[in-house]
């Protein structure tokens, strides 16, 4: 075994070995792979998992990884050593429901450029004669799917990155990391050290052990997962090919299964979730530990049940190799890819299914070689994970409500259950009291609307949703935008990151992290984004200067972790700038309308007069507080920062103030109508790392006359190139009533060329919105577009932004 490498990898199973191929493959050569197994089968989850590779994944990251692995999967393959069989897939539908979910799904291949069709009950019958065409009432086929044979995968890859230089060990666990100075400094095992800067871990259900050895939380529940191969069954006797049936999945009962020879696999998630302690890992195998468990059969019964209605054939068939396999949830579904902010030199592709194990050992790949990724992986960045989120209890919950919710028919505003109320606004209390309906972001609970408004004065546009879309709305959104538009929306704003940036180095750092001149005089406010160094949209902030050496950066709530981890990354050696998360200490209260100034005059005595993008310290009544004349609502109005103790105050006298003028509680549901109708973009949503400022249409913030700025040359080279290749685009609807909810595809001509960002209602255009990226040649006004809803299309055309008042007047007041 090697004393020093480049790169350790901690695990052989497919994403590790995946990894180690990329990285040889991008001139990384001296890497090392450790494993606990023997690398033939090291006993982790690659080795029992069945195999079967579905695209139609939820998330488009998620639809790109498994494209990229299934790509990888087919590249591999040979006759003499099959990695691949491409047999297709079928999703069933036994429900209208499950069958509407079938065209939802459809459509969002389609934005990804997946072909898929909906087949009839005797359509899937002739693809899979297991099944009865009475029980379904059709399904979903995918002609990509197919089965990734993991094992003869890891020896393929093992293989070809073994000749450029990798080295991959077995029986070899790592049992502690060698870590000095704030960084990773090696690994530790019973046959020796292996120094190395760089330990990418693929641990698999073993994680939290390897969370004990570094200290670094890697949240992630391990559970259990019933799976039975069959006794032969006598509709296949005689098979010689390993499978000819597509691959099958009855998301209704929560089952999937796949022919093997003359029998059937069958894997069940309908039962009572199934989490392992760290202490119960692994069953011993030959003298080590597997991701196996013995079959619990009390848990198999509803999956018996609905096999005998689904496959007759399969009625009287005994399970010959029953187990529980072993994998890992994180919190959030998706999973852990990327480097550690809390230890340098620390990187993660955990939580990874086969399905998406090709695509992301070469996403990690690519970025710790090139620093970024071809596939935005925000969703998977490691430090997006709020404390909380992290706490062994918290996984746990999160864990197994995942679990359950596998193949469920998931809304995209769905809302979890447990754990909430974790995080408490100052005046939660009176939220509650103006019958807020509550949602959750980041741990806090904050209002979609407000019950109490359902009085107010309609708007002008007034949408009529069906119930799909209808799902977490009400038409008292439309009254609290009108009321935020005609006279004042008070704005629970506290759950945004804010972090205090201070130091001599604090004006000529933030210059080099941000795309916008920063060096402007004490109580500017800067709206500014922050790139890669390709020049991609990492994320956006509002930085406002409060002394010589002082900032305030703000940021969103739910991607805060990941930008304030990036931005101590960043931080410039020996010191000079300190970075303090004031986020929890710190009540933010949104005073926006034509109205606002008039309500807060009545409560401060402090001239309210100064400009948009300026900041001032005032008092209001006895409450010192920042306020800043931003607004997200294109609005006359501020934000106004305060000590969070003073939150409740702050809130109750800009009501008892404002009510009399119309001053209403505005909730996340306005919230996003208004700036959709203003065009104001949504970080995650309408930018990441694929989209350059001027394809997002930000290019204002970009000032390419500094001398540098991480991604500036990325920028000149596109301007080089002629500009962007793509646009964010403004869609109007043809139909008021037409509602998509985020990534249903966008056709130009019966072809999809981009897919939906955002979208909402303008209450007050009296227009049905949708924004998103369309080609250079064809993000002109008047170009007619249509957006596939379920199965049926929208049509529409690109228009000027934004619809509301596109001077800027009514913000600037």
Known sequence: MRTRAEVVIVGAGIVGCSAAYYLTRMGVRNVVVLDQGPLEDTGGSTFH????????????????????????????????????????????????????????????????????????????????????????????????????????????LR??????????????????????????????????????????????????????????????????????????????????????????????????????????????????????????????QDGHRTALGPFTPEHFGDARDATNTLLPSLRDIDLAQPFNGFFSFSPDGYPILGPSAQLEGLWFAEGIWVTHAGGAGRAVAELMTAGRSEIDMRQSNPDRFQRFQTTRAYVRARGAQNYREVYDIIHPLQQMEHPRGLRTLPYGQRMEEAGAVFVESAGWERAQWYESNAGLPEPPGVQHRDEWAARLWSPIIGREHHATRQACGIFDLTPFTKVEIEGPGAVDWLNRVCASEMDRPVGKVIYTTVLDEYGGVFCDLTVTRTGDHRFLVVTGGGSGPRDVAWLRRHLPEGGGVTMTDVTSATSVIGVWGPRARDIITQVSSDDWSFP???????????????????????????????????????????????????????????????????????????????????????????????????GREALLREREQGGPRRRLC?????????????????????????????????????????YGYLPSELAEPGTRVSVRVFDHELGGEVSSEPQYDPSGERVRG
């Open 612 to 710: 948009y993008l300026d900041a001032r310290e005032v008092e209001i009544g006895p409450v010192p507080a920042l306020a800043l004349r931003i607004s997200y609502a294109g609005e006359l109005g501020w934000e106004l920062y305060t000590a969070a103790e003073h939150g409740r105050w702050l809130w109750d006298t800009l009501f008892e103030a404002g009510r009399p003028l119309g001053a209403a509680p505005v909730g996340l549901g306005a919230f996003d109508s208004l700036r959709v109708e203003k065009g104001y973009r949504f970080a995650g949503q309408d930018m990441h790392t694929e989209y350059t400022p001027a394809e997002a249409g930000l290019g204002f913030t970009v000032n390419l006359s500094k001398s540098a700025f991480i």
């Open 730 to 770: 403004c869609m109007v609807l043809d139909e008021p009533d037409g509602a998509p909810l985020g990534y249903e595809p966008i056709l130009v001509d019966g072809r999809p060329v981009g897919y939906v960002t955002s979208a909402n209602f303008g209450y007050t255009v009296g227009r049905s919105l949708v």
């Open 159 to 284: 293989a070809a990155a073994g000749d450029a230089g990798a080295e991959f060990t077995g029986l070899t666990p790592v049992t502690g990391f060698q870590i000095a100075g704030g960084r990773v400094r090696g690994v530790e095992t019973p046959n020796g050290s292996v120094a190395a800067s760089t330990v990418l871990v693929c641990g698999g259900i073993w994680a939290p052990e390897l969370q004990r050895m570094t200290g670094v939380p890697i949240p992630l529940q391990p559970m259990q997962n019933l799976f039975a191969w069959t006794a032969p069954v006598p509709e296949l006797a005689g098979e010689t090919e390993e499978a000819r049936h597509p691959i099958l999945r009855h998301q209704d009962r929560s089952i999937y299964y796949r022919q093997r020879y003359d029998g059937y696999g069958i894997g069940v998630y309908r039962h009572e979730p199934l989490p392992i302690d760290p202490e119960q890992f692994g069953s011993e």
């Open 49 to 156: 998992a069945p195999g079967l590779c579905f695209h139609t994944n939820p998330g488009r990251a998620m639809e790109a990884l498994a494209l990229a692995s299934s790509d990888m999967y087919r590249e591999l393959h040979t006759p003499e050593l099959p990695t691949w069989l491409e047999l297709g897939g079928i999703e069933v539908a036994t429900t209208p429901e499950r069958l509407a979910e079938c065209h939802r799904r459809q459509a969002y291949a389609l934005a990804v450029g997946l072909e898929t069709e909906l087949l009839s009950p005797q359509q899937v019958a002739e693809r899979i004669p297991l099944v009865d065409p009475d029980a379904i009432l059709g399904g979903l086929h995918s002609a990509r799917d197919g089965l990734c044979k993991a094992v003869n995968v890891c020896t393929v």
